[in-house]
């Protein structure tokens, strides 16, 4: 079976086969290029419509060697950056944060930023989908993890999220040919509610007396 890419932004036609899903495909290429390119492939397929945010800068000292040339010698961040990636996913806003860590023991929250909790915080507050995506390079293994799993453990003060718990929390993403990261199959269990539940037994086993899942979503 033969499939036509459309590579961005050049929209040059590529047939590449599709090939089954290998978690040990490629390791230790770039989490922001393997991400890129998968959304360029679901934006192809219309299944989504997603993109890296850029990042804000002034532009303060500009030089030009040549007419014909410009070069910035001088730039500052305007604003700090929210997250990652952001767009549409049937019908919802959805907003991301993508890490990578060598650790193989846990991910540290040294990496993110509180404004980014906030905002990922008012993204799930007006039922949007919002998570992190981290990558454990010396396994090779990329995982989704719901962004309420990380915004409860920093507002509990944790420095970190431990391998397993990522491993028990989160769910492995599934890596292919196209697109790489297979990653909106893991928000549609994300969006069921299969991970939801799983949360709960790790985080606060109170909330197992409730029978409403999306009420326990909504209090972790």
Known sequence: MVIVLIGYPNRKQMEQPVQKS???MGRGMN???DLNDSNTYYEHVDRALIHKK???IQVVKVEYPARSAARICEAYYKTPSTTDYNGIYRGKPIDFEAKETKSKTSFPFKSIHKHQIEHLRKVLYHKGIGFFIIRFTSYGQTFLIDAGIIIRMWDEGKKSITYQEVQQCGSLIKESLTPRLRYLDN?????RGGI???RILITNRKLLKRKNPEEAYLIV
Request: charged letters at 30%.
């Open 187 to 191: 928000v549609d269990i994300l969006q």
């Open 196 to 198: 939801i539940w799983k």
């Open 31 to 33: 989490l922001e290029k």
């Open 54 to 56: 850029p990042t804000p």
């Open 22 to 24: 290998d978690n040990h």
